[in-house]
């Protein structure tokens, strides 16, 4: 890993790339919603979250935590896709909700469908701590250069 808290070294392992994104999540969305990234690599990135503290008024997971989870982990797949001096912009996102989260933690799972030049899918599954099915979704993202300055 660097030094530099705004870079990271891409042939670190998933593990130390996933300890660099829970640090630069610190105070934003993903922090207050107890995200945590268990593994960060161009072809699998993993996260869970607490039910807990993310549901909506009949205690059930909240969908928009899910679609919360779910453009994360597919946001960062898609930057890694795009690789230095260009950024990634969501353009497109939607989720299947198959089942209420009800208790404990949700873990997303994030593998790419397409990956090229200008265009980056990835498919998000969430499932429960049984391994039961929760919510399918779907990102895409733009890849263009960074602007100067970015």
Known sequence: MTDNPTAFDAAASPTELAGFFNQASKGTLAERMGLELLEVAKDRIV???PVEGNTQPYGLLHGGASV??????GSIGAG???GPG???VGIEINATHHRAGRS???TGVATPISVGN???TYEIVIRDEDEKKLCT???TCLLRDKPPGA
């Open 86 to 88: 260009r950024a990634a």
């Open 68 to 73: 919360v989870l779910a453009e994360t982990l």
């Open 80 to 82: 890694l896709a795009a």
């Open 137 to 139: 979704s779907r990102i």
């Open 118 to 120: 200008t265009l980056v």
């Open 47 to 49: 996260a869970r979250m």
């Open 104 to 106: 404990g933690w949700v």
